[in-house]
């Protein structure tokens, strides 16, 4: 098994890299938050399209590159490093991926391909736990919230309780019956909304062997490299930081209380990227261990990111709760991150369940 990226996987996250420090400083996303500039969080949409980023895991007979997931994950680990204002995590990490791993063939062929294409968008609403639509006589009614890429999305991928069991479906968002209002979160530069829907037209997602949960493990495992890509870049904002800043003539780096808050930082990020590697070979082989594998690097990614995130903001002292500075946008991506898939509380169980029954 080789924890590492591949020659190729790495000429590829290095072309990302370059591309979203151009493409996507953190001034755009500021911006965003504050509800300008949304016509450039467009074009970088397209520009990233055109180079194939959203059909990396598609295979090419679904209209894709396939390239793999352990290709994806490398991509959305510099995604989470520049905060980039993208939406894959709900159209390819949650949409795409229940049509892929799940989806009926006419359902792909109707939906993954322009995804692929990222000519449309996808967007997921996802509750294992307590579904608030239900489904009856084909339609969907309820409502959710928030939905990240609910606004501008053109399929979703839907929990919903039918005959009092839940289940996946798929569903245009252009179907009469469909209200879209914009929400508020603690990161606007991804937009979500509130769904709500008066008897829309849904379908089982395919045969319905794909759950709720093996869908959320799935998702986990790109989402925890994009919270590992923002752990990382926290890392060296705070490094950097802290040799330039100086107190009492030496740099602040030169304090021992300082050296072991960054050595916690980067110890919580190495344990987050063991564990996020192999949540990748998991996911890429469609392995037994992916549930275990990607609980784990969800948790260890989660607490990496909040973590790093929230001693960003410690380490640059009072101009890092300011709102010219650039942490709170570690702060608040690492905050939605925590949430979009359900909470760390609930992987913990999951984790403890899948330990439980590997020891059995």
Excluded at 162 to 168: A, C, I
Excluded at 308 to 337: K, M, N, V
Aim: proline residues 5%.
């Amino acid at each position: 098994m080789n924890f590492d990226y591949s020659d190729d996987e790495k000429a590829l996250a290095e072309q990302a890299r370059r591309l979203l420090a151009d493409r996507s400083p953190p001034a755009l996303v500021r911006a965003l938050i504050e509800g300008e500039r949304q016509a450039e969080a467009q074009a970088l949409w397209r520009e990233v399209a055109s180079l194939g980023w959203p059909a990396i895991a598609v295979p090419e007979a679904e209209g894709g590159i396939g390239f793999g997931h352990v290709a994806l994950c490398a991509l959305a680990e510099e995604i989470g490093r520049a905060i980039a204002p993208l939406p894959m995590l709900s159209s390819i990490y949650l949409a795409g991926e229940a049509l892929l791993a799940g989806g009926s063939a006419e359902q792909r062929a109707c939906w993954l391909p322009g995804l692929a294409s990222g000519g449309i968008r996808g967007a997921a609403a996802i509750d294992p736990v307590a579904p608030a639509l239900r489904f009856a006589d084909g339609r969907i009614t309820g409502e959710v919230a928030p939905v990240f890429g609910g606004i501008d999305a053109s399929v979703a991928i839907v929990s919903a309780r039918d005959r009092g069991e839940s289940r996946l479906f798929v569903m245009s968002l252009d179907s009469p019956g469909i209200a879209r209002k914009p929400v508020r979160t603690i990161d606007d530069s991804r937009p979500a909304a509130k769904l709500t829907f008066a008897g829309a037209p849904a379908e089982p997602l395919g045969n319905g062997r794909l759950t709720e949960e093996r869908l959320l493990a799935r998702a986990a495992v790109p989402i925890a490299f994009e919270q590992l890509g923002g752990a990382t870049a926290s890392l060296e904002m705070a490094l950097a930081f802290v040799r330039e800043r100086k107190t009492f003539g030496r740099p602040v780096a030169g304090y021992q209380a300082i050296k072991h808050r960054l050595a916690d930082i980067y110890v919580a990020n190495e344990i987050a990227r063991s564990n996020a590697y192999y949540a990748a070979w998991a996911l890429a082989a469609d392995a037994p261990e992916l549930e275990l594998a990607a609980a784990t690097a969800r948790v260890s990614a989660t607490d990496a990111y909040e973590f790093a995130a929230a001693e960003l903001i410690q380490l640059h002292g009072g101009i890092g709760f300011t709102w010219e500075a650039d942490c709170h946008l570690h702060y608040r991506r690492s905050r939605s991150l925590a949430q979009i898939i359900e909470p760390v509380g609930w992987w913990q169980d999951r984790l403890a369940v899948a330990l439980d029954r590997e020891a059995v």
